[in-house]
């Protein structure tokens, strides 16, 4: 990586790059072991040197960069690398000054092309007092050279880093750069039994690669452990346990190439999400279901040979030891219907924790994860609807505030989609997708956010929930910051699935009535509709008889209950309960008639060939001899009391009555619910 433009000596850029690679301080076969490179590789050194310099001549010609051009000068650089992991993390601290008398509002960075093209994560921001902790917007430009093929500029990507005011003449500034980048690490050797150790190369420059010359640099290289197969050596070159200095190095001249190359031990996890698709559903009733597919490998040296799972249960640090067996997701803190698993149903081998600050989730696949290994997974959880969503003071829209990349820190997804679901009638969307997550030009490294809508369908929905779609390509951890959607939504949109079912069940039951009345018999003379009509007056005759025989049961309650008002009263009731017993006789004719006038109807309808008016006709028979006995007891305890007998004398007289009605009282009802049945 480099910083700006030198207008001042291109040829001497050259000369000392050439020196670099092919001089008596590189070239193949020295003496020197930390000067022992492979001639390919200075060969492309030389190659990647000579685009830098090519392209930093070429900035004369182009006036975007004109800005950038001046007499700067790196004073100090401190530089380090993070290799303790999958990721190469690298953190640089420039203190630049201005030695021209023009003013300077631009900076150019540099990367050879294959950094820049897994670079994932970048953030430049000014450092010391002056920094104000806000990154520096950054746009990719594209230098060419006056009078030489711009094919020659294609080793290296600049980035032109817009300062907030221009460095004056003699001015000075802090710069801090922060880059993390994917695959940069080559698995040597790239296939390891389950008892190998996992060895990675490493590729870099000794020095820091930049087009303006530098006083004083340090590099510190951080590892994974101690273990160090080989490393090159630029002198002054140090290293005490997992740490490798490089440095101090003085008066570095302009884009000073010498080859850095680190075999080490690196049992890290090397988990690589090839895809990731998070579904986010906001509901309006109170909750955000938030559904996360996971598609992962691992990334490192491959598996050959067998597995043997009781090797790698009885000496878990030596047998598989690059392998992983679990990882740890860090949710929201109030996530709640936490849920974890695959195609085969839930997996129970996971833990979940929490407290008021997060939620961690362990998840442990059905398998160790082995080198090229892969497994699909899904993870699930509920989040309360005012932890997201919140009501803007500006426009006074809904703002769904959500997390953006995975919540695994230790693994990098390589395609990352993310559906936010709104509610149905919700409208007026707006996505504000931060600058830490675009690519060159928003400053965030990798690729930029691609953004899309469309329209999702769901159980009640009438036209649609939007969905606003986010993806990205190398998403690593730094890319997990919060990201918004704002839109419109009516309190009244709420109401659309609740009339919606009321309007579907109302609409069921009309449909069960009309049915139920409707005729839909094509021919009415068919045997089929004769039939059915003649059962269906049979039965309406059946249950109106049955309703006037229940009735004229009635009135024989009602004569027993004013026999009891008589036996309470005595003498002084005789005239009360004889004047009950007309209206009922009276009444008992008037149904005796319409009963007739039923059984005459079930007899046209077709009753006597289902035998039904002959159980009819027995019912009836019953119970006209039951309304005899009641009348007969009503009559001989009246005449009892008015001849003043004893109570005793009136029971006598009425007991065997009493006797027969009490059978006739069973025999009716029981015949009844037969007739019923």
Not at 448 to 466: C, E, N, Q, W, Y
Not at 539 to 546: H, N, P, S
Not at 576 to 588: H, I, M, Q, S
Request: contains cysteine.
């Amino acid at each position: 990586m480099g910083y700006g433009v030198e207008m001042g000596r291109p040829p001497a850029v050259v000369a000392v790059a050439m020196e670099a690679v092919f001089g008596s301080r590189g070239r193949c076969g020295s003496s020197s072991h930390h000067r022992r490179v492979f001639c390919s590789a200075n060969v492309l050194l030389f190659a990647l040197a000579l685009c830098a310099v090519t392209a930093a001549a070429a900035a004369t010609a182009v006036g975007d960069t004109s800005s950038a051009v001046g007499k700067l000068i790196n004073t100090r650089i401190d530089r380090r690398i993070d290799l303790s992991t999958q990721f190469v993390k690298l953190y640089v601290t420039a203190k630049m000054e201005n030695e021209g008398s023009a003013e300077v509002s631009e900076i150019l960075l540099a990367l050879p092309n294959q950094q820049a093209e897994r670079l994932a994560y970048r953030t430049v921001k000014i450092g010391g007092n002056d920094g104000g902790g806000a990154a520096l917007p950054v746009s990719a430009v594209v230098p060419a050279i006056s009078g030489v093929d711009p094919a020659l500029s294609k080793g290296i990507t600049f980035f032109a880093v817009s300062l907030p005011s221009p460095l004056k003449s003699g001015g000075s500034l802090t710069l801090e750069i922060h880059c993390v980048f994917t695959r940069l690490l080559e698995p040597y050797p790239a296939e390891i039994s389950q008892q190998d150790p996992q060895l990675v190369l490493y590729h870099d420059n000794h020095y820091f690669l930049s087009v303006y010359p530098t006083k004083t640099q340090v590099t510190k290289v951080s590892l994974f452990s101690p273990g160090v197969e080989s490393y090159t050596k630029e002198e002054p070159t140090r290293k005490r346990d997992n740490e490798i200095t490089y440095g101090f190095y003085h008066n570095t001249q302009p884009l000073a190439i010498s080859p850095m190359r680190i075999h080490y031990e690196n049992l890290a996890k090397f988990a690589v999400i090839s895809n990731l698709v998070r579904e986010m559903e906001v509901s309006p009733w109170g909750s955000v279901t938030v559904k996360e597919d996971y598609v992962i490998y691992n990334g490192g040296a491959k598996h050959k040979g067998t597995f043997s799972r009781l090797d790698y249960q009885l000496r878990p640090g030596a047998s598989g030891a690059a392998s992983f067996r679990r990882l740890f997701a860090t949710l929201p803190p109030r996530a709640f219907d936490v849920y974890y698993r695959d195609e085969i149903g839930n997996i129970s081998s996971s833990l979940l924790r929490g407290d008021s600050k997060k939620t961690e989730l362990e998840v442990e696949p059905r398998f160790p994860m082995l080198g090229g290994w892969k497994v699909a997974f899904t993870i699930g959880y509920k989040l309360p609807l005012e932890d997201c969503v919140s009501v803007s003071k500006e426009d006074g829209r809904r703002v769904l505030t959500m997390p953006f990349g995975t919540p695994f820190e230790d693994a990098y997804v390589e395609d990352l989609t993310v559906e936010v679901a709104l509610p149905e009638g919700a409208a007026d969307m707006e996505p504000v997708v931060p600058a830490a997550l675009q690519g060159a030009a928003g400053g965030g490294g990798g690729g930029d956010v691609s953004v899309f809508l469309s329209v999702k369908h769901a159980m009640l929905d009438i036209t649609g929930r939007p969905v606003i779609v986010l993806k990205k390509t190398n998403v690593v951890a730094e890319h997990n910051v919060a990201f918004q959607v704002k839109y419109n939504f009516a309190a009244i949109s709420m109401l659309r699935k609740p009339l919606l079912l009321i309007s579907a069940v109302g609409a069921f039951f009309l449909a069960c009535m009309v049915y139920a009345r409707a005729d839909f018999t094509i021919s009415k003379s068919s045997p089929a509709y004769v039939a059915r009509k003649q059962r269906e007056e049979v039965i309406d005759a059946v249950q109106k008889v049955r309703a006037v025989l229940k009735s004229r049961v009635g009135l024989t309650r009602y004569l027993e209950a004013s026999l009891k008002e008589l036996t309470r009263k005595g003498e002084e009731g005789v005239a009360e309960c004889k004047a009950v017993r007309a209206p009922v006789e009276e009444k008992l004719k008037e149904t005796a008639k319409s009963i007739k006038s039923l059984v005459d109807r079930l007899e046209s309808s077709g009753g006597r060939s289902i035998g039904l008016v002959a159980k009819v006709k027995d019912i009836i028979a019953k119970e006209k001899e039951l309304q005899t006995q009641a009348v007969q007891k009503h009559v001989a305890m009246v005449e009892g009391y008015e001849r003043k007998l004893a109570p005793r004398e009136i029971d006598q007289r009425v007991e065997k009555i009493q006797q027969r009605l009490t059978a006739l009282m069973t025999e009716v009802r029981d015949l009844l619910q037969a007739l019923d049945e």
